[in-house]
C-alpha cells in the first residue's frame, strides 16, 4: 500500500514494531491479479526470478487417482498465470528495501502503535520508537495493515465473526533441490491424513500435512515425525527442514472494516483458510481497492463518501473467497473413509464428463478468475457488460509494432480508451480535461477487426470478448482496473460527466 500511495507522490508514514521484515514464511501463493498488482507499482520485474509461475494444482485421493486440478498456465486473464509459488520473506524484503526510491514514504522499524483517537478531520496516534520515546503521529487517514492480531483493530472495538477450523495443520518448509521439477503442486485427499505440498524457486517447497485425532501439536513437531511424512516422497537425507509449525486456520470476517478515517485491511479485516491460496491475494486486492480512494481524496479534490464504497466492494467477495476456499478444504480433509468414498465416486463420474468436470473446475475458479464489484463506483452498471469487471489484460501492439502488455500503455492512474473510436473525436477537449489533470491517460484500441495505423492494436480480441457489446466504446478505468463506465460515442459526454458527479461531486 505504501508503493501504491507512493508512486502518486502522497505523503505516508509505514510503522513497523519489528526491527525488519518477517523472516518465517507465511504465505506462498501469489495469483495473476496480485501479479498485475506488483506489475502497476514497478515491482515485478526485478522479483520475477523469486517466482515459480504457471503451476496446476493437482487433487489426488489415497489411490493416487487424480479427482480434479486448478489452474492453467496458458490461462492468463490479467497478464500473468493464476497459480503461482513465491517466498514472502522475499518479497517483503525487496518491497521494504525499494521503499527509499519513493520520497514521500518514511518506513520506521522497531515503532509500536499504543494508542489512537480521530476526530472529523485527522486521525492521532500515539508510538513507542526502539529507545522507549514516545512520538505522536497526525495523519489524514490511517490504514491498519497489522495481521489478524491487529492492534488497531482492537484499539476500534471491532469484532471478528466466523469460525476456526477445528483440525490444526502442520506446516514445514524445506529446501529440497533434487525435488525441482519432478514434483509440483499436490493436495492429498487422503483419509488417512490429508497434506499437501507446493514448489518453491531455488529448491524451496512447503509441505502441510492435518493433524490426526488423538494427535498433539508436540507430536508433529518432532523432526523424526516430520521425516516419516515425507520420506514416501522424497529423500529426507537431501532434505533441509528449516522452518516447523502448527497452525489453526481461521474463516473470520471483521464486523466493520472502516470507523471514521481508519480502515482494515488484509488480515485485520478478514482471515480465510490456505486451501484456495487466497489469504495474501486478497488482502492485496484490498489496498489496490482502498490507496486509489484516499489518493484521489488527499491529492485530487475527490468527496471523502467514496471511501465508503471500499468495504462496500470488497467484503463480499473476501466473504466468496472464503467460501472457495472452505469449499476445497470440504473435498480435502474428509478423515471418514466412506465420505472420502463418496467424493471420489462423485469425481470418478463427473470425469467421465469433459464438459462437466470443466464446468466444476471453471466454477472452483469463479471468485478468482471473474472478478467484479458490484453497488461502488459505477455509472451505467446495469446496461454495459464491462462496468464493473475487472479489465482483462491481454498483450496489445503499441503504434510502434512492440506487443506490450496493457497496462504497460494505460499507465498507473484513470484511463480513458476509445476502443475503435477516438476519445478526442467523441467528447469535447473539456470534458477530458478533468480527468487528465488528474494524470488519467487517454488511449485509443483498435479492434482485432479494425486495425488502424498509429493506434493501439487488440490483436487477439481478448478486449473485445471482454467487453460483451459489439460497436465502438468509451471506457473510463479506475486505477484499480475496474471499469468505471463503458458507453457508445454519442453517450459519453454525459457519461463521462456522471462519473464525475460521482467522484469529485462537479
Known sequence: MAHLLGQQDVDVIVIEKL??????????????ESLRTLQQIGMLEGFEDELLQ????????AEGIQLFQAGSPEKKPYGYSTINSFDQPAL?????????HRPSVSLRFNTTLTSLEQDEDQVRVCCTDADGR??????????????????????????????SNPQPWLVIDTIDPHLAGQMGCHFYCDPARPGLTVPKRHGGRRWEWMLMPGESRDDLLQDEKIRSLI????????????????????????????????????????????????????????????????????????????????ETERRDHAAELIETALNLGRQIQPIDVEEARQRDAFFAAINKDPAGMQALEDELSKAILQRSVAGGLLVNGSEEGAVGRLM?????????????????????GFAIIG????????????????????????????????????????????????????????????????????????????????????????
Request: glycine letters at 8%; charged letters at 25%.
Open 134 to 163: 514516545q512520538r505522536e503521529i497526525v495523519a489524514d487517514y490511517l490504514v491498519g495493515a497489522d495481521g489478524g492480531r491487529s492492534t488497531i483493530r482492537s484499539l476500534l472495538q471491532i469484532e471478528m465473526r466466523g469460525e
Open 419 to 506: 476502443y475503435d473510436c477516438d476519445p478526442s473525436e467523441v467528447v469535447d477537449e473539456q470534458a477530458l480535461s478533468h480527468w487528465k489533470a488528474r494524470g488519467a491517460s487517454v488511449v485509443t484500441i483498435a479492434s482485432a477487426a479494425r486495425p488502424v495505423a498509429g493506434r493501439v492494436h487488440d490483436g487477439s480480441g481478448d478486449l473485445g470478448d471482454w467487453m460483451q457489446v459489439s460497436g465502438p466504446r468509451l471506457l473510463l478505468l479506475r486505477p484499480d482496473r475496474f471499469c468505471l463506465l463503458a458507453a457508445a460515442p454519442q453517450d459519453a459526454r454525459k457519461a463521462l460527466g456522471e462519473a464525475r458527479a460521482l467522484l469529485f461531486g462537479n
Open 92 to 100: 517483503d524484503r525487496y518491497l521494504a528495501s525499494n521503499l527509499r
Open 54 to 61: 504457471g503451476q496446476v494444482a493437482k487433487y489426488w485421493n
Open 392 to 412: 482483462v489484460q491481454p498483450r496489445v501492439q503499441a503504434p510502434s509494432g512492440e506487443e506490450l502488455l496493457l497496462d504497460e500503455i494505460l499507465g498507473k
Open 19 to 32: 526491527p525488519e521484515t518477517v523472516a518465517e514464511p507465511r504465505a506462498i501463493a501469489i495469483d495473476g
Open 231 to 310: 520420506a514416501p516422497y522424497t529423500d529426507v537425507d537431501k532434505v533441509d527442514i528449516y522452518r516447523k509449525r502448527v497452525y489453526d486456520f481461521h474463516a473470520i470476517l471483521a464486523d466493520r472494516w472502516q470507523v471514521g478515517r481508519a480502515f482494515l485491511v488484509g488480515d485485520a479485516a478478514h482471515m480465510t483458510p490456505p486451501f484456495a491460496g487466497q489469504g495474501l491475494n486478497s488482502g492485496l486486492r484490498d489496498v489496490a481497492n482502498l490507496s486509489w480512494k484516499l489518493k484521489a481524496v488527499i491529492r485530487d479534490g475527490a468527496l471523502p463518501s467514496i471511501l465508503d464504497s471500499y
